[in-house]
């Protein structure tokens, strides 16, 4: 049996980090976890608790009531996130929660309470991990860790075109600011901001289709098992 590693992937908004981590996860056999779905179920449990934020920087131990479990929905293939037993995954994605998940992940008691359960995760390795301080923060010592970037026109047009298949009307404008205005927030915020690991390989998907950029990083992934 080959060895098992764990697959750092970090980088900006919209660039594509969850669907390369899940087919790197689908490739391997690996367990694929999304951080970012974990702070908006801590986003959601405040919000539906109505607990402020100045509450938990007090007293972070209310934070020690939250569990959050990722669980395989076998008919459609893909895991959902269950907050205290109960399957949020519809409710995360929801504008409410994506307009406060970034001052929650700015807490640095939030940010240690879910690190912890991150790291504890990985500690059988075979974990594919997508985020913003993966390969810096959660698993400094991942086998392989991967920075992923497109310029931000691309992504915006992306994240428009996604938007259009689904029927939700978007403007390609106000899409393109809030991606320039979340990086902006995501790389100079206080603690763990996004920043590239100094041993991350960087993959600039601008000129990439998804199974070209899955082909690139499974390649790096089975070099690095089987050179260890
Ligand atoms: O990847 P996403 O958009 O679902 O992430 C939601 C928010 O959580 C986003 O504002 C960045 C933040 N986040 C973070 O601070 N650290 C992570 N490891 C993952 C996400």
């Not at 026109?153 to 600011?177: F, M, S, T, W």
């Not at 100079?188 to 990439?208: F, G, K």
Request: glycine share 8%; with cysteine; aromatic share 6%.
């Amino acid at each position: 049996m080959p060895r098992k590693i764990n697959i750092a992937i970090d980088g900006h908004s919209s660039c594509g980090k969850g669907t390369l981590a899940k087919n790197l996860a689908k490739e391997l056999d690996y367990q694929f976890i999304d951080s970012g779905a974990m702070y908006r179920a801590v986003t959601l449990y405040l919000m539906n608790e109505d607990i402020g934020l100045e509450e938990v920087e007090a007293n972070p131990s209310v934070l020690n009531a939250i569990h959050i479990e990722f669980k395989l929905d076998p008919m459609r293939g893909f895991y959902n996130t269950h907050l205290n037993g109960e399957n949020v995954e519809r409710e995360i994605r929801g504008m409410a929660v994506s307009g406060r998940v970034s001052e929650v992940s700015a807490i640095g008691a939030v940010r240690s309470f879910l690190v912890a359960k991150q790291q504890e995760m990985g500690e059988e390795k075979g974990v594919v991990m997508d985020g913003r301080d993966i390969g810096t923060v959660v698993f400094p010592d991942a086998e392989l860790k991967i920075f992923m970037t497109a310029l931000p026109e691309v992504r915006a047009k992306r994240r428009y075109l996604e938007l259009k298949e689904k029927g939700i009307e978007a403007n390609l404008d106000e899409i393109y600011q809030n991606i320039l205005q979340r990086d902006k927030f995501d790389s100079s915020r206080e603690i763990s901001p996004l920043m590239q690991a100094p041993d991350a390989i960087v993959l600039n998907n601008t000129e990439m289709t998804r199974e070209e950029q899955t082909r690139i990083a499974l390649t790096w992934a089975k070099g690095v098992i089987l050179a260890g």
